[in-house]
């Protein structure tokens, strides 16, 4: 199950922390959409990322990357 559809609703949630979680490019493509109208979250935790194309590949890094440029709450 995905938490990204839950947290575009969301307007309380200002830390999430993902560390050390096995998140892969779906899941981080997920998350980027939910980031580019979730303006709550302050803090996004990803220790433990691997950027490489072991957790998150390409396609997850771009979509993070993207969103984090629509997003200025983070």
Sequence with gaps: ASLAPVL?????LQ????SFNE????????LAAMLKVNKSIV?????????TGKNIG????KALG???QVNTSI
Aim: hydrophobic share 30%; glycine share 12%; charged share 35%.
């Design 8 to 12: 575009e609703k969301n307007d309380t």
């Design 15 to 18: 830390y999430l922390d993902l």
């Design 23 to 30: 998140i892969t490019d779906i899941g981080t493509e997920r």
């Design 43 to 51: 803090f996004l935790g990803l220790t433990g990322k691997d950027l």
């Design 58 to 61: 390409d396609r997850g890094t």
């Design 66 to 68: 993207d969103a984090l």
